[in-house]
């Protein structure tokens, strides 16, 4: 035989296996892989989910936590997994998008190479608050003063290289502005300061401020994501306020191991989406502050491409480093 018949043979074998896979897929548990410790909203939404995808696929679907390095442990986890729809991964943000870039010598995986995309689920923005006696009302306030005083006004996050950290700096770089950073160990020191008038402003998941801007603890200016927020539906966007294109959301996606069949990776993607069109699910999602992501199976691959191309522009315009 031919070696191009011999190869015809081998891709019309693999078409094969994968249809019959596919028409009994699945025919046991499935685990879908968290990169991040339990107890946090991703996790509470993951498990949602794989609630009730254990009841509409018929086998159980296991929630298994994997911490570590920003969510690139549990990531990396999976790539070693067969392509069999069988190990799934919570797909987020900042080891999908940003850590590839901030820490090249150490992610070891390639996101638009090594998974399928199944489907996205939801995307969570945050939002720029002051201290209430702060003289800053505005996001345009904000550029202003930093104009005034170059590399004085100060913003603090949870860590060099994280979303709070990097949502302020492509603001910045889009405004044109010079800001000061101040890493902590965590959002809730860096919140407890500012709402000891300590620092200029944050920028937090929506979540994590609500409580305090309805207590009056903390004055909302500016929300990161393209359109207002449902749950902050008087602040206006950063965009609206001048910084023309400015968007900036973190996501969560279900992703596969690269190589699993398209019609497995079409079902899932199918029971999730009903699932999170069920009310209560809808409802569950909605109080721990998701948005439900509207991105298809079909264009997640370039959805991914474009927030890899676009955190890489941030974190090398801005020098970000991770020690």
């Not at 407890?192 to 009056?216: E, W």
């Not at 973190?250 to 398209?262: D, E, H, K, Q």
């Amino acid at each position: 035989m031919s070696p191009w018949k011999q190869c015809l043979l081998a891709s019309l074998i693999a078409i094969a296996t994968g249809a019959s896979n596919a028409q009994t897929f699945p025919s046991h548990t499935l685990k879908l892989i968290v990169p991040f410790p339990p107890g946090q909203g991703a996790d509470t939404l993951m498990r949602l989910l794989g609630e009730r995808l254990s009841t509409s696929l018929g086998q159980p679907v296991v929630i298994d936590n994997r911490p570590g390095a920003g969510g690139t442990i549990g990531t990396d986890y999976v790539t070693t997994q067969p392509a069999d729809g069988y190990t799934l991964l919570m797909g987020a943000s900042g080891p999908m998008a940003i850590s590839p870039s901030l820490q090249p010598a150490v992610v070891r995986y390639k996101p638009l190479k090594d998974f399928e995309p199944v489907t996205g689920v939801a995307s969570v923005a945050q939002v720029f608050a002051v201290n209430p006696a702060s003289d800053i009302k505005s996001v345009q306030d904000l550029i202003r003063q930093a104009r005034q005083k170059p590399g004085e006004v100060t913003f603090g996050s949870s860590g060099n290289g994280t979303t709070q950290h990097l949502f302020v700096e492509q603001f910045a770089a889009m405004a044109g502005v010079k800001l000061l950073h101040v890493p902590y160990k965590g959002s809730g020191p860096a919140i407890t300061d500012l709402m000891g008038n300590r620092l200029g402003f944050v920028s937090d998941t929506i979540p994590a401020l609500l409580p305090q801007i309805k207590a009056g603890k903390l004055r909302a200016i500016g929300v990161t994501s393209a359109t207002r927020s449902p749950f902050l539906p008087d602040v206006p966007t950063i965009a609206e306020q001048g910084v023309k294109g400015y968007s900036a959301e973190g996501w969560i996606t279900v992703l596969a191991p690269a190589g699993t069949p398209a019609a497995i990776a079409d079902r899932l993607d199918s029971e999730i989406r009903k699932a999170l069109a069920d009310p209560e699910i809808h409802r569950k999602v909605t109080e721990q502050g998701f948005v439900e992501m509207t991105v298809s199976r079909a264009a997640l691959r370039a959805f991914m491409a474009a927030e890899l191309a676009k955190w890489k522009k941030v974190i090398d315009d801005a020098g970000v480093k991770v020690e």
